[in-house]
T-cell receptor
Framework: QKEVEQDPGPLSVPEGAIVSLNCTYS??????FMWYRQYSRKGPELLMY????GNKEDGRFTAQVDKSSKYISLFIRDSQPSDSATYLC?????????FGAGTRLTVKP | SQTIHQWPATLVQPVGSPLSLECTVE??????LYWYRQAAGRGLQLLFY??????ISSEVPQNLSASRPQDRQFILSSKKLLLSDSGFYLC????????????FGEGSWLTVV
């Protein structure tokens, strides 16, 4: 079993849809949770950062962490074609980062 | 603010030729530095990380090596490239104290022919 599981997709949605991206993990020591967005042929950019459990909102993006279920989510409201990218979840106990394989998202106009 | 620069962005190299990818970080001191490889359709594979000058840890035995000649400079090298070395290489850094968030460079696309 991988430490971090992420459905690779691809996921295709119409513009304006609410997108839900998810990861599960097995290591209960993980405390820091991140989401990265990676456009084609570019390096990943940090999108959301959350410490421990709870929700964090930034504009159209909401990150949720449920440590009891070892499950994290990223929600994108009012999705736009510019949101088309690969989204990677990442987590660590402190400074030993583990990444999901990434979910490829396409938002169609 | 901190920035990370990585070059070259794209290169095509013949099998058996040497490789040198360079990365520098600005706006911070004593960062942790990383080299990752991302094969097509696959996740990120950590190749090397460094917590200080001359301190390199290798995660995967392979045809590559890394060096950190200066605090904010990280170099990925190979003496003889293999076809299997093709891929997308990413340099990254994290704060040397907290280290719980990694920031990536733009990446280098390597095609070995």
């Amino acid at each position: 079993q991988k430490e971090v599981e992420q459905d690779p997709g691809p996921l295709s949605v119409p513009e304006g849809a609410i997108v839900s991206l998810n990861c599960t993990y097995s290591n209960s020591a993980f405390q820091y949770f991140m989401w990265y967005r990676q456009y084609s042929r570019k390096g990943p950019e940090l999108l959301m950062y959350t410490y421990s459990s709870g929700n964090k909102e930034d504009g159209r993006f909401t990150a949720q962490v449920d440590k009891s279920s070892k499950y994290i989510s990223l929600f994108i409201r009012d999705s736009q074609p510019s949101d088309s990218a690969t989204y990677l979840c990442a987590m660590s106990p402190r400074n030993d980062m583990r990444f999901g394989a990434g979910t490829r998202l396409t938002v169609k106009p | 603010s901190q920035t990370i620069h990585q070059w070259p962005a794209t290169l095509v190299q013949p099998v058996g030729s040497p490789l040198s990818l360079e990365c520098t970080v600005e706006g911070t001191s004593n960062p942790n530095l990383y080299w990752y490889r991302q094969a097509a359709g696959r996740g990120l594979q950590l190749l090397f990380y460094s917590v200080g000058i001359g301190q390199i840890s290798s995660e995967v035995p392979q045809n590559l090596s890394a060096s950190r000649p200066q605090d904010r400079q990280f170099i990925l090298s190979s003496k003889k490239l293999l076809l299997s070395d093709s891929g997308f290489y990413l340099c990254a850094w994290s704060d040397g104290h907290s280290g719980n968030t990694i920031y990536f460079g733009e990446g280098s696309w390597l095609t070995v022919v």
